[in-house]
């Protein structure tokens, strides 16, 4: 069965790190696009970040370009987004989502707050 379990969400202030990680069952991340979206209350869900199925290139949204950071662990099947600097907007439930052109799945998300 096709799975993306995200985790790491939680409570930051202002200024300070998190990892989220996408683990993936069902499929293999090299035959995938792996992407980070995030949604806050009341806006439309945006893609952040995103890393090709070879892993040669990754995409990051101006909101968070100098600040996230994509990364993936093909041996654990794993995807990370390494987010330092948090601000109080980065505030969303982050989703995980794996593209293969006809073939699109997402995770259930994790909250992340920033706050002081």
């Known amino acids: 069965q096709l799975q993306l379990v995200e985790s790491g969400g939680g409570l930051v202030q202002p200024g300070g790190s998190l990892r989220l990680s996408c683990t993936a069952s069902?499929?293999?991340?090299?035959?995938?696009?792996m992407g980070w979206f995030r949604q806050a209350p009341g806006k439309a869900r945006e893609r952040i970040s995103c890393?090709?199925?070879?892993?040669?290139?990754?995409n990051y949204a101006d909101s968070v370009k100098g600040r996230f950071t994509i990364l993936r662990n093909t041996a654990k099947n794993t995807v990370y987004l390494q987010m330092n600097s948090l601000k109080p907007e980065d505030t969303a439930v982050y989703y995980c989502n794996a593209d293969r052109g006809q073939y699109n799945y997402w995770g259930q998300g994790t909250q992340v707050t920033v706050a002081s």
């Open positions: 069902g499929l293999t991340l090299d035959t995938y696009a």
């Open positions: 890393i090709s199925s070879s892993g040669g290139s990754t």
